[in-house]
């Protein structure tokens, strides 16, 4: 795999990798938030990481236990590209 580092070309949101074909995708955690995602990500009904730790942060302040759910629901099931998201990164400080 070669890596070109004067490429204009597109990185998907969630997994960060160049891709062809990126298709624009409103995210389910951040209103008004749009995304470019690959079709990996798209079917795996992912979402970045910073926007889940955003999300869950914006619950917690907001006390929406609802919300929140969904936020926890997307780290259980590992919808998200890189490290795992700990507890204590949506503590809001
Ligand atoms: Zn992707």
Same mark, same amino acid.
């Given at each position: 795999?070669? $890596?070109?580092?004067?490429?204009?070309?597109?990185?998907?949101?969630?997994? *960060?990798?160049?891709?062809?074909?990126?298709?624009?995708r409103?995210?389910?955690? /951040?209103?008004?938030?749009?995304?470019?995602?690959?079709? +990996?990500?798209?079917?795996?009904?992912?979402?970045?990481?910073?926007?889940?730790? $955003?999300?869950?942060? $914006? $619950?917690?302040?907001?006390?929406?236990?609802?919300?929140?759910?969904?936020?926890? +629901?997307?780290? *259980?099931?590992?919808?998200?590209v890189?490290? +795992?998201? /700990?507890?204590? +990164?949506?503590?809001?400080?």
């Amino acid at each position: 795999m070669t $890596m070109t580092s004067n490429s204009d070309q597109a990185v998907c949101t969630v997994c *960060r990798k160049q891709k062809n074909e990126l298709r624009p995708r409103a995210s389910r955690l /951040l209103a008004k938030s749009q995304w470019l995602l690959c079709g +990996e990500c798209i079917a795996g009904k992912k979402e970045p990481r910073f926007a889940i730790i $955003m999300a869950g942060r $914006m $619950m917690k302040q907001q006390g929406n236990q609802e919300g929140l759910k969904i936020v926890e +629901e997307y780290i *259980r099931l590992g919808r998200y590209v890189g490290d +795992e998201i /700990l507890a204590k +990164e949506l503590v809001v400080t």
